[in-house]
C-alpha cells in the first residue's frame, strides 16, 4: 500500500512540475522536462503529453509575439536571428516525439513555425545590418580610432556566422586588422655614464617577439618602414656598475689522534712483559697528526638598472615606467691543503683540491646580465596590459 502512494504521490508531483512551469511562465524549462519524462516511453502519461503541447504553444507565440515587437526596433537584427534560433532548436528537440499519442489515446497537436525561410531572411537582415555597421566604424578607423577598427573587425566576423562569403567581408576584415593594429617599437637607451658594449643590446633585442604579439599589439625590433609607431617600450638603462675582482683567504687547521702502530710494555728490568699465554703485551701508540687548509673564495658582479618606459608616441606621453635590475655574478671557492690527509675532516676532504679560476672580463659579466634582462623585460611587458 505504502509503495503505491508513493508512486502516486510522484505521479501528481512530475505532473504538477510541468504545470507549475508553464504558469510561471518558464516554457523551455517545462518542454525539456515533460521531453525527458516522454522519451523512450512506450505508453505516454497523457499529463504529460498535454503539458509539453501547452508549454510548446505558449513558447512559440510568446517568441512570434516577441519578433513582431522587435521588428519594429531598428537594430534589432541580431536579437531576432536569436529568437528564430530558439523556435528551430526548439522543434527540433519535440519533432522525434511526433506523432505524439497518450496511452489514454489522447492526441497533441503542435502547431510548427516553417523557420528556414524566416530565419534565413533574418540572418540577411542581420548580415547586412552588420556590415553597414562596420562600414561606418571603418569611416571612423580611417581617421585613426583603432577601437572603431577592432570593433568593426568583430562585426565583420559575426557576418560569417551568418552568412558565408558575404559581400567583401574578408578584404574589409583585413583592412579593418590592418588599421586597428597598435605598432610597438621596442628601444634601449643607455644614460648611464659607464658605457655598454655594443653585443650588450644585440643581446636583449635578440628576445624576440613572438610572444609579445598577439591581439592586436605588434611589436618591432627596429623601426618599421611602412607602418607608423604608436607606442615605444624603451628599457632606460641608468645604472652600470662592475665590481671589483675580490679574493678571501682563509686558513685553519684540521687535526686528528690516530694509531700508528704499538709499543711493548716492559717491566722493571727492561724486558718485555708476557700474558698468561706467553705472547708479548703491547699497547696502542697514538700520533696527532694536523693537515692547514687554504680557503680561496672569488666572487666579481655586475649591475645594470634602469626604467622600463612605456611612452605613447602621438602625444610623446610617459605612460608609466617600471624600474627594472638584474645582476651577474661570478663566485668560484677553491681550496687545498698542506700536511697529512687523514687529518682532514669531511667537509675539507670534499672541498680539497679545487683550483682558483681565472675571473671573466666586465664585457662578459655584463652580457650575461643582459641574458638575464630578457626575459624578465618580456614578462613585464607581457603583464603591463598598458598597451
Known amino acids: 500500500m505504502l509503495i503505491v502512494l508513493l508512486a502516486f504521490a510522484t505521479f501528481v508531483s512530475s505532473c504538477k ?94 502547431k510548427f513555425v516553417r523557420v528556414n525561410e524566416l530565419e534565413n531572411a533574418a540572418l540577411d537582415k542581420a548580415a547586412a545590418a552588420l556590415y553597414d555597421e562596420a562600414q561606418q566604424l571603418l569611416t571612423d578607423a580611417e581617421r585613426g580610432d583603432k577601437y572603431a577598427a577592432r570593433k568593426a573587425h568583430r562585426k565583420l566576423d559575426k ?79 641608468t645604472q652600470i656598475d662592475v665590481s671589483p675582482e675580490r679574493i678571501k683567504e682563509r686558513e685553519y687547521v684540521d687535526s686528528k689522534e690516530i694509531q700508528d702502530g704499538f709499543d711493548y710494555v716492559l717491566d722493571e728490568n727492561g724486558n718485555v712483559l708476557k700474558d698468561t699465554l706467553g705472547n708479548d703485551i703491547t699497547v696502542p701508540r697514538n700520533v696527532l697528526i694536523r693537515a692547514r687548509v687554504t680557503e680561496i673564495f672569488q666572487s666579481k658582479a655586475a649591475i645594470v638598472g634602469g626604467h622600463l618606459e612605456y611612452i605613447d608616441v602621438k602625444n610623446n606621453d610617459l605612460v608609466k615606467s617600471t624600474p627594472i635590475s638584474v645582476e651577474a655574478i661570478f663566485e668560484n671557492y677553491a681550496s687545498s691543503f698542506r700536511g697529512d690527509r687523514r687529518a682532514l675532516s669531511r667537509d675539507s676532504r670534499n672541498r680539497c683540491d679545487t683550483q682558483p679560476l681565472p675571473f671573466p672580463a666586465d664585457v662578459d659579466l655584463l652580457l650575461d646580465a643582459a641574458e638575464q634582462m630578457k626575459p624578465i623585460v618580456k614578462k613585464e611587458i607581457l603583464y603591463s596590459k598598458l598597451i
Open 159 to 237: 557576418i560569417n556566422g551568418y552568412v558565408g562569403n558575404y559581400k567583401d567581408v574578408r578584404d574589409l576584415k583585413y583592412h579593418a586588422r590592418t588599421l586597428g593594429t597598435t605598432h610597438i617599437l621596442f628601444e634601449m637607451k643607455n644614460n648611464a655614464q659607464v658605457v655598454l658594449p655594443q653585443e650588450f643590446e644585440k643581446e636583449v633585442l635578440r628576445m624576440g617577439t613572438d610572444e609579445l604579439d598577439g591581439g592586436w599589439n605588434r611589436f618591432h625590433l627596429t623601426p618599421p618602414v611602412e607602418e607608423t609607431v604608436d607606442f615605444k617600450v624603451r628599457m632606460n638603462i
Open 17 to 110: 512540475r510541468t504545470e507549475k512551469l508553464v504558469e510561471q511562465g518558464r516554457y523551455d524549462e517545462a518542454i525539456a522536462y515533460a521531453t525527458k519524462k516522454l522519451s523512450g516511453k512506450k505508453r505516454k502519461k497523457e499529463k504529460h503529453v498535454k503539458g509539453l503541447e501547452r508549454a510548446f504553444d505558449k513558447a512559440t507565440r510568446r517568441d512570434m509575439d516577441r519578433i513582431a515587437q522587435l521588428e519594429k526596433r531598428p537594430g534589432s537584427e541580431e536579437r531576432i536571428v536569436e529568437v528564430y534560433r530558439h523556435i528551430r532548436e526548439r522543434q527540433e528537440r519535440v519533432e522525434p516525439l511526433l506523432p505524439l499519442l497518450s496511452k489514454n489515446g489522447y492526441y497533441a497537436e503542435f
